[in-house]
């Protein structure tokens, strides 16, 4: 295939069971400032991510839900697409496993492999691992998966097997044959080592769930959904369809230039999909690029751990260029790296508000002040060592970034861009312009023309190096140097010495606010509160979906509902909501308006508090002991930061009676406490009555 000047890369595709979370932002924003970059060096660039939707893990997810698998998968793949446009992601296409040009596309890799031979019907009988949807050499009914520890289960099934054992020398070559096939070098060792120890047939085919992509000609058989996630990379971009459009754009961007995936994942992408598409004889993927995990609170980023942190709270506190920033600077690309609010403020504040903040705007507010806003230009006579040194540090930081840029060495990159920045403020505050400006002679005014040409020179130099990683806040500070849009910008050309003659600046103004040390504990409390709000609903499920979603509000402090509720008490906002909201309960007719016979479903009942406490370790939730006048029911709800345990024994409130019951920190709760949520952060307060209430009545 002959494609010269092409650059296509791809994330891996997400899987629909749980919401996005800063470690797949982590790889999302790696590919953009990656793609970012090709762009800006001219290079034709294709740009992929996308959902991975098939499976047993997302069909008993969307069961576990109520709801069918695809609108399931809508749910959720529209919340990472949505992230990803909130974000500016740059991609060029987002592929679902769902669509019809995905399906007739990983059918026509089927096919090839069983025509050229690779494909044949067999049996399996030994262990799965659901959770990662891996056959492992397990042994007995529950045994421990290998990679993840969850227990596996027995699998009998006629499937069809893909002559992956035919693949360990063909494999064994190619890596031989191209050293950078898979990076970094520990990756590729170990690769080499798990292929060298021999290879097994792999069952490519089940039939014991049914939400896949259909064999051909064999539909009770769904294909393998790794078979299936994988071939993205290539149906997306035309593979399969007989458009010649399509045809042309798979010659022009396949084989793709880079697969950035987690380190996870590496024996997918480095042994069965190489080994697929060397079966089925297509050219294989230039390379495939792992990196680290992102750690939080000491152990991998998952939502299974229950350990994450969602993009969006730092998307509304300190914006995207604050997280694309520490994502690629702080962490050692490859490394596993540790996430945590103080380090990303520490970070912000000490690079981007003081070291590249300070730099833009004294510089550009001096040219403002003192030359009109027109940018100066330099004299030889007043140049001085100083200026010599500042400018061949700029022309070696241009060489040096862009070479480990490539290497992909973004934290190190970043480190040069900032000696730089560094070094250039060292150099104003040497130079004293404010000092200069005070001299009223020719020789002065000179003088100060080149120490701000200097100082502007070195700032557009790194705003460009930068842009990729920092898109918005580069493009600001581009357009306050008077220079357009930055994306027009070829890095290719860039050099010192380019501002044109007469520049004058865009309107000057701060591009990184300092953010305080109560940002930490604000980002803290909103990821506590996107946390609680999450724990209300089971891993597998999307917001705003299902049957069960009364289960979901189990916990809820302040479900949204009737504003009319009668048990509203004072202290309240008129409208602040109540109760599970209709969406929620059941068959919404998609207009927001539920039945009467919907809302019968739900059992509301006075209780009274007998039992009051705080839960270890969660300082959101209190534990209680509701007398309901036949029972008593224990009832974890998250309101520990609104009233005291003490405060609450002898109060009655109203409960959800009928919710099944479920787990929270280890604790079961056995029903919902009403509260109405108010302001901003939601605080609840919990409904009552004026008048009294004998314990046990029913609202209705
Ligand atoms: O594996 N640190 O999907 P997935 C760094 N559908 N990166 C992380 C991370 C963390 N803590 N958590 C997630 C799948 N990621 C399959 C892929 S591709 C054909 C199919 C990122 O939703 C990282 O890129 O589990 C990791 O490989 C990917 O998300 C896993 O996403």
């Known amino acids: 295939m002959d494609n010269p000047g092409k650059f296509y890369i791809t994330t891996p595709i997400y899987y629909v069971n749980a919401r996005p979370h800063i470690g797949h932002t982590y790889t999302t924003v790696v590919c953009d400032a990656i793609a970012r970059r090709q762009r800006m060096m001219g290079i034709d660039t294709f740009f992929l991510t996308g959902t991975d939707e098939h499976g047993q893990k997302i069909e008993r997810s969307a069961a576990a839900a109520g709801c069918s698998p695809k609108e399931f998968a809508d749910k959720v793949s529209g919340e990472f697409r949505a992230l990803w446009g909130r974000m500016k992601i740059s991609y060029d296409d987002f592929i679902r496993t769902t669509e019809p040009r995905h399906m007739r596309g990983v059918q026509a890799l089927f096919t090839r492999l069983q025509e050229r031979g690779y494909i044949y019907k067999g049996s399996y009988s030994g262990q799965y691992c659901v959770f990662d949807e891996l056959y492992v050499d397990a042994v007995g009914p529950g045994a421990p998966c290998p990679e993840c520890g969850r227990p596996t289960e027995t699998v009998h099934e006629e499937n069809y097997f893909f002559k992956l054992s035919a693949m360990q020398e063909p494999l064994l070559k190619f890596y031989a044959e191209h050293p950078d096939f898979i990076r970094p070098e520990t990756r590729r060792n170990e690769v080499i080592a798990f292929v060298r120890g021999g290879l097994r047939d792999l069952s490519v085919s089940r039939t014991s769930f049914k939400w896949g992509i259909p064999v051909p000609g064999d539909p009770k058989h769904v294909i393998y959904v790794w078979l299936d996630a994988l071939a993205n990379y290539m149906t997306a971009i035309g593979y399969g369809s007989d458009d010649p459009k399509d045809q042309q754009k798979l010659a022009r961007y396949w084989p793709a230039d880079v697969h950035m995936i987690g380190k996870e994942i590496v024996r997918f992408h480095c042994v069965y999909w190489p080994a697929f598409l060397l079966a089925a004889d297509l050219p294989l993927p230039r390379s495939i690029v792992a990196h680290g995990w992102l750690l939080f609170e000491e152990s991998k980023m998952s939502k299974s751990r229950g350990n994450i942190v969602r993009s969006e709270t730092i998307l509304d506190t300190l914006g995207q260029d604050a997280l694309r920033y520490f994502l690629l600077r702080e962490i050692v690309f490859g490394q596993d790296g540790s996430f945590s609010f103080d380090a990303l403020v520490q970070r912000f504040n000490a690079d981007l508000a003081n070291d590249l903040g300070n730099l833009s705007s004294r510089t550009l507010s001096m040219i403002s002040r003192y030359f009109e806003g027109e940018i100066p230009y330099p004299s030889a006579s007043a140049r001085t060592a100083a200026d010599e040194a500042v400018e061949s540090l700029a022309q070696k930081t241009i060489g040096d970034f862009h070479a480990q840029f490539e290497q992909f060495q973004f934290s190190r990159a970043l480190e040069t861009a900032w000696l730089l920045v560094a070094a250039v403020n060292k150099y104003i505050v040497e130079n ?39 898109p918005e806040a580069t493009s600001r500070i581009w357009s306050q140097l008077g220079l357009g849009d930055i994306k027009q910008m070829d890095l290719r050309q860039l050099a010192w010495g380019q501002i044109p003659n007469g520049t004058k600046l865009g309107k000057v103004e701060p591009v990184f606010p300092r953010a305080d040390k109560s940002m930490i504990e604000r980002m803290q409390q909103m990821e506590q509160q996107r946390s609680t709000e999450s724990d209300k609903k089971p891993e597998s499920q999307p917001a705003g979906t299902g049957a069960d979603a009364g289960q979901r509000a189990t916990e809820a402090v302040a479900g949204p509902g009737p504003s009319s509720s009668p048990a509203a008490t004072k202290g309240t906002e008129p409208g602040a909501p109540l109760v599970p909201a209709a969406g929620m309960i059941g068959s919404s007719s998609g207009t927001g308006k539920i039945t009467i016979d919907d809302f019968l479903k739900v059992e509301l009942r006075v209780g009274q508090v007998t039992v009051a406490e705080k839960v270890k370790g969660a300082d959101k939730l209190l534990r209680m002991e509701v007398d309901l006048g036949n029972e008593t029911r224990q009832i974890v709800a998250g309101i520990a930061k609104a009233y005291d345990p003490e405060k609450l024994v002898g109060r009655k409130v109203v409960i959800v009676a009928n919710l099944q019951p479920r787990k929270l920190r280890g604790l079961e709760s056995n029903g919902m406490i009403v509260a109405a949520s108010v302001g901003e952060d939601g605080l609840p307060v919990l409904a009552g009555f004026l008048e009294d209430v004998p314990v046990g009545a029913k609202l209705k």
Do not use: F, G, Q
């Not at 701000?452 to 130099?461: K, N």
């Open 432 to 470: 004293e312009p404010w000092a200069v400006a005070e001299r009223d002679d020719k020789d002065s005014k000179a003088r100060l023309a080149t120490i701000l040409h200097t100082s502007v020179e070195a700032l557009r130099v790194v705003t460009a190096l930068v842009h990729p990683i920092i």
